[in-house]
Nanobody, 125 residues
Framework: QVQLVESGGGLVQAGGSLRLSCVGSGRTFNNYAVAWSRQAPGKERELVAAISWSGATNYADSVEGRFTISRDRAKNSTYLQMNTPKPEDTAVYYC???????????????????WGQGTQVTVSS
C-alpha cells in the first residue's frame, strides 16, 4: 500500500480559496491514480476528483469548474485546489491511491485501497 498524508485543511470563507496537499510514500506513488474524497457528517463518502497516473482528470458534478486536482511527480504529491468553496463543501477530505497501477481517473471508491487520515475543511457562509 501507499502511505498518504494530507494537509492544508482549515476554515475558509465561502467564495475564497484553499489548497489541500497529499504526500505519498511506499510503492511507486507516481504510477497510481490518486483521488480526493470527502465525507460530511451523516453523509456517504463522495469521491470528488481523481487524476490518473498520466494526468487525466475526472470530477464530480458538485465540484466541476470550482476544484482542480493536480499532481507533482517530483514531490510525490497531489493537490486539490478549492476555488469559490460553498458551505456544502464542508467535510473531512481524504486522499486515496488506486489499488492497481497505470489506471484511469476512476471515481469509484472501491478502486482505491490506500487512504490518508483526512483533513477537515470548514466553509463559512
Amino acid at each position: 500500500q501507499v502511505q498518504l498524508v494530507e494537509s492544508g485543511g482549515g476554515l475558509v470563507q465561502a467564495g475564497g480559496s484553499l489548497r489541500l496537499s497529499c504526500v505519498g510514500s511506499g510503492r511507486t506513488f507516481n504510477n497510481y491514480a490518486v483521488a480526493w474524497s470527502r465525507q460530511a457528517p451523516g453523509k456517504e463518502r463522495e469521491l470528488v476528483a481523481a487524476i490518473s497516473w498520466s494526468g487525466a482528470t475526472n470530477y464530480a458534478d458538485s465540484v466541476e469548474g470550482r476544484f482542480t486536482i493536480s499532481r507533482d511527480r517530483a514531490k510525490n504529491s497531489t493537490y486539490l485546489q478549492m476555488n469559490t468553496p460553498k458551505p456544502e463543501d464542508t467535510a473531512v477530505y481524504y486522499c486515496a491511491a488506486n489499488r492497481d497501477p497505470f489506471t484511469s481517473a476512476v471515481r469509484s471508491p472501491t478502486s482505491y485501497d490506500s487512504w490518508g487520515q483526512g483533513t477537515q475543511v470548514t466553509v463559512s457562509s
